[in-house]
């Protein structure tokens, strides 16, 4: 029996692959527990349906994804920060920092989770920020740290 899957089994495949299984273990196991539904016409066409939204969807967040990334590679954000006496800076810019920043400096809401900081910020002067918008798009933005009066 055919079977289309709608959730990851464990010894049977992933979520929307078609598998053949015996009719006991589809009747008795996938079928109740709502792991999979039988693979009909009607269900199979539903499913090429599906996946073919999911590719449109994928495409046009990719698309976004690096339209914000040439965004972001032409613009740069301020942080200020407090210095000692020697020059020395008094604690690090965080990522939840720079997020904040990004929001009032230049109007995108970025996850602080998709900041990637390769070294702490924690001197004067010019950064790469590289923030992880998509798994195939990075972008890099500059980031300004100066003196606070």
Known sequence: MKIILT?????LGKKGDIVEVNQGYARNF???KKLGIEATPENMNDLKLKNKNDEKIAAENL?????????LAEKK???SMKVGANGKTFGSVSS??????????????????????KDAVNTLGGFTVNIKLHPKVTAELLLDVVEQK
């Open 7 to 11: 959730q990851d089994v464990k010894s």
């Open 30 to 32: 996938v079928l109740p």
């Open 63 to 71: 698309a976004a994804a690096e339209q914000l990334k040439n965004e």
């Open 77 to 79: 954000i301020v942080a």
């Open 96 to 117: 939840k920092e720079i997020a904040t920043l990004i929001k009032s400096q230049l109007g995108y809401d970025i996850d602080k989770k998709k900041i990637i900081l």
